[in-house]
């Protein structure tokens, strides 16, 4: 989505990101589970999708909510984004659409930790090309601040479209 020279600076795609991202992303019915969100508009790799927000708090206040959630509310989730060892996105009351997005192994988008203004923001992140209508998804086990090992493992994946069965031979 961006245009080559025109939004350059991290504040700019940050602004133009916030701006669109309700003309660029629905969500609806997943076929991966629940609800889901989809990109209304191609996305391009390196593209900044959307902001993961919520209450920020502490890591003891997010395992009691998770708890009491679990425990009091058959078949409610709970949206609990893990920054650090000291603090917790959780978007399971308020905050954006980001928090569902699904679970892949094999995403289409990534998740990292960025400065603004000097504000720290989660922005999820299309870690490919995303077609019209596409499903989002990233893998919710990937560490949020470690850029050059998210960029090791991607040149190390293959696809699964591209493997072949191996007889050994």
């Not at 992303?25 to 969100?37: E, N, P, Q, T, V």
């Amino acid at each position: 989505m961006w245009i080559p020279g025109l939004i350059s600076s991290m504040a700019e795609k940050y602004r133009f990101m916030r701006e669109t991202f309700r003309k660029r992303l629905a969500f609806g019915k997943s076929g991966i589970h629940g609800f889901g969100i989809f990109a209304k508009l191609p996305h391009r790799a390196g593209d900044m999708v959307i902001e993961y927000t919520g209450e920020l708090v502490r890591p003891s206040i997010a395992d009691r909510r998770e708890h009491f959630i679990y425990n009091s509310l058959v078949g409610a989730g709970t949206y609990m984004f893990r920054i650090d060892e000291e603090r917790v996105i959780d978007a399971t009351r308020a905050g954006s659409i980001a928090h569902l997005i699904n679970h892949s192994c094999e995403p289409n988008c990534y998740s990292r930790v960025i400065s603004v203004n000097g504000d720290e923001h989660i922005i999820i992140f299309a870690k490919r090309d995303i077609k019209r209508w596409e499903e989002l998804t990233y893998d919710y086990r990937g560490v949020v601040n470690d850029t050059e090992s998210e960029e090791q493992s991607a040149k190390l994946r293959v696809p699964r479209s591209e493997l072949t069965d191996w007889n050994g031979e």
